[in-house]
């Protein structure tokens, strides 16, 4: 038989260092527990399940295997005392009160302190309002001060599509649904039955990396209310945010050149769109970045940008074109633009510039491949600038590291992503580093010799 108190270190707690919180697990109905932070941590291979007890074998560079286990029955017997006398005031929502009052350096004599009968009555009036969309938009409240406005978006996103699966499955979500049945039912929903709102036609399912972003962001906001002590740990470790390699294209030089030069003398008010994206191809910039600079970020040749979406200033140099379309073009400031206008006219410039080779990519959608055919300039968007100018650069040799200084990436596997390269292209790439390398002749040579 269980006891009602006992310590726990689970794996589904472990920490990006490998450790594991050790919690002090106090239930106090047969259905409803509370998990209590002990602020020891030790990675879960050193836990011992039966014994309730951190192993002998614990290296000890993490601390003296006896003194832990003897921290941590003192902390249980201090929760056994919260919770005696929580019994003895006959104190209804016992869980609360143990969560509310317990810490590792609690001192018992307090609970004997003239003034813990306040203390009991405010524990009882004071109610968390757990309510799973009300928590949501106090998060998103609480960082509205932090993150970008796409960011905030993203939050409200999320909101959105857990009541529509709350609608679809007649029945109401709430921090307690949060299993791996949710997980799986809410995932089928994404794909196959969501309907995207504000779209002219119906439209069902979301893309496998939009679920994704949903799913981390779920993760990170129960994470979020768990440190805050507001919900009890749940158990996210099936929570997997899926993930597939998006279909995106690149313009090659040769490209952005022919969109710089497009005759748009029948839509002048085109012109300022179709200069900003040939700044944006040449510099790497986001449009959260390039709709927003000024003639002072202009410095010796230079663009000095602390980047909206990671907080991280970069410098970047100018080429001669960049620096005419900055300093004579937007002499003044860069024109005010929404991202789905900017979206829209860059695909008619891209038409007017004879982009219209076929493109066909595909997604997944279950177990089933869309596919989709476009021409190539309905595939452009403003992030195809960011992709062109790390791709450009990375074809032409450029370090990665450089790349990454102005691109803002902080980890090459992030920004391999924005790498859009054909296996015709990186073939053509081996072969000129083969002759750069002289390795072909040198083959050539070898076999002479043998022949």
Same mark, same amino acid.
């Given at each position: 038989m269980l006891l009602p108190i006992k310590p726990l270190c689970e794996r589904q707690f472990v920490r990006r260092d490998g450790t594991s919180l050790i919690y002090i697990q106090y239930c106090y109905s047969s259905e409803k527990r509370t998990l209590l932070n002990t602020e020891i941590a030790i990675p879960p291979n050193f836990w011992n399940k039966k014994k309730l007890c951190v192993t002998s074998n614990l290296p000890s560079s993490l601390g003296n295997f006896d003194q832990l286990n003897n921290e941590l029955w003192r902390m249980v017997r201090i929760v056994e005392d919260i919770v005696s006398f929580a019994l003895k005031n006959k104190i209804q929502n016992r869980g609360a009160f143990v969560k509310n009052i317990f810490h590792p350096d609690f001192n018992v004599n307090s609970l004997l302190s003239p003034d813990t009968s306040d203390a009991v009555?405010?524990?009882?009036?004071?109610?968390?309002?757990?309510?799973?969309?009300?928590?949501?938009?106090?998060?998103?409240?609480? =960082?509205?001060?932090?993150?970008? =406005?796409?960011?905030?978006?993203?939050?409200?996103?999320? =909101?959105?599509? !857990?009541?529509?699966?709350?609608?679809? /499955?007649?029945?109401?979500?709430?921090?307690?649904?949060?299993?791996?049945?949710?997980?799986?039912?809410?995932?089928?929903?994404?794909?196959?039955?969501?309907?995207?709102?504000?779209?002219?036609?119906?439209?069902?399912? !979301?893309?496998?990396?939009?679920?994704?972003?949903?799913? =981390?962001? @779920?993760?990170?906001?129960?994470?979020?209310?768990?440190?805050?002590k507001i919900i009890a740990p749940i158990d996210l470790h099936d929570f997997r945010i899926p993930e597939e390699e998006s279909d995106a294209i690149y313009l090659t030089y040769e490209e952005i050149e022919k969109m710089h030069t497009a005759n748009l003398s029948s839509y002048p008010y085109l012109t300022e769109y179709r200069d900003?994206?040939? @700044?944006?191809? !040449?510099?790497? !910039? /986001?449009?959260?970045?390039?709709?927003?600079?000024?003639?002072?970020d202009l410095r010796n040749d230079m663009l000095y940008k602390k980047q909206e979406k990671s907080d991280h200033w970069v410098v970047i140099p100018l080429r001669k074109e960049a620096k005419v379309i900055f300093s004579e073009q937007f002499k003044e400031k860069i024109p005010q633009l929404t991202n789905p206008e900017f979206n829209r006219h860059i695909k008619t410039i891209g038409k007017l510039a004879g982009l219209c080779k076929t493109i066909k990519f595909s997604y997944k959608r279950g177990n089933k491949n869309i596919e989709i055919i476009k021409p190539k300039y309905d595939w452009i968007t403003s992030h195809t600038a960011r992709r062109s100018f790390c791709t450009n650069e990375f074809l032409a040799g450029t370090p990665i590291k450089l790349i990454m200084n102005i691109s803002g990436h902080k980890n090459e596997k992030d920004f391999y992503k924005y790498i859009r390269v054909t296996p015709e292209e990186a073939a053509q790439k081996i072969k000129e580093l083969w002759l750069e390398r002289n390795d072909m002749k040198t083959f050539d040579t070898d076999l002479k010799k043998v022949s």
């Open positions: 009555e405010a524990n009882e009036t004071k109610k968390v309002n757990q309510d799973l969309y009300f928590q949501i938009d106090d998060y998103i409240k609480c =960082k509205q001060q932090k993150v970008t =406005k796409a960011t905030l978006c993203v939050y409200s996103c999320m =909101k959105e599509q !857990l009541k529509a699966y709350e609608e679809y /499955r007649k029945k109401k979500i709430t921090f307690g649904s949060f299993d791996f049945e949710f997980y799986e039912g809410f995932v089928d929903f994404l794909t196959f039955d969501y309907v995207k709102r504000r779209r002219k036609t119906i439209i069902r399912g !979301l893309k496998l990396n939009t679920i994704g972003k949903t799913i =981390k962001q @779920l993760r990170i906001f129960i994470k979020d209310r768990v440190r805050r900003l994206f040939v @700044l944006a191809c !040449l510099t790497g !910039l /986001r449009f959260s970045d390039f709709s927003i600079l000024e003639p002072e």
